[in-house]
């Protein structure tokens, strides 16, 4: 099975930087790509990054481009994002999604879910 945990979450101040870490505590073996999902209560899911584990070929949501990184690590199989020039617009719950197809978590769907962590900005 694939068990994604996050970590890295928490509240800092508008201008600051976070970095959010996503491992897998399964057995299971993920390919090929990993993303980070956020969401915010009353609003649609928001597709933030996604990164290509065979590659690390990236995609970025426009409303992040420029101020977030995300990574994949193959020496531990774990994913990242590295958050800069954060806004309170950046509040959110951030949740690690993995999936065998792109295609799937640009539609805002994913196989593998992870409980998710909170990051608030003020």
């Known amino acids: 099975h694939v068990q994604l945990v996050e970590s890295g979450g928490g509240s800092v101040k508008a201008g600051g930087s976070l970095e959010l870490s996503c491992a897998n505590s399964?057995?299971?073996?993920?390919?090929?790509?990993m993303a980070w999902f956020r969401q915010v209560p009353g609003k649609e899911r928001e597709v933030v990054a996604i990164?290509?584990?065979?590659?690390?070929?990236?995609v970025y949501s426009d409303s992040v481009k420029g101020r977030f990184t995300i990574s994949y690590n193959n020496a531990d199989n774990t994913v990242h994002l590295r958050m800069t020039s954060l806004k309170s617009e950046d509040t959110a719950m951030y949740y690690c999604?993995?999936?065998?197809?792109?295609?799937?978590?640009?539609?805002?769907?994913?196989?593998?879910w992870g409980q998710g962590t909170q990051v608030t900005v003020s």
């Open positions: 399964g057995d299971g073996y993920i390919r090929n790509c």
């Open positions: 990164v290509y584990t065979g590659g690390g070929s990236t």
């Open positions: 999604v993995a999936d065998p197809f792109y295609g799937n978590l640009v539609a805002r769907r994913g196989r593998y």
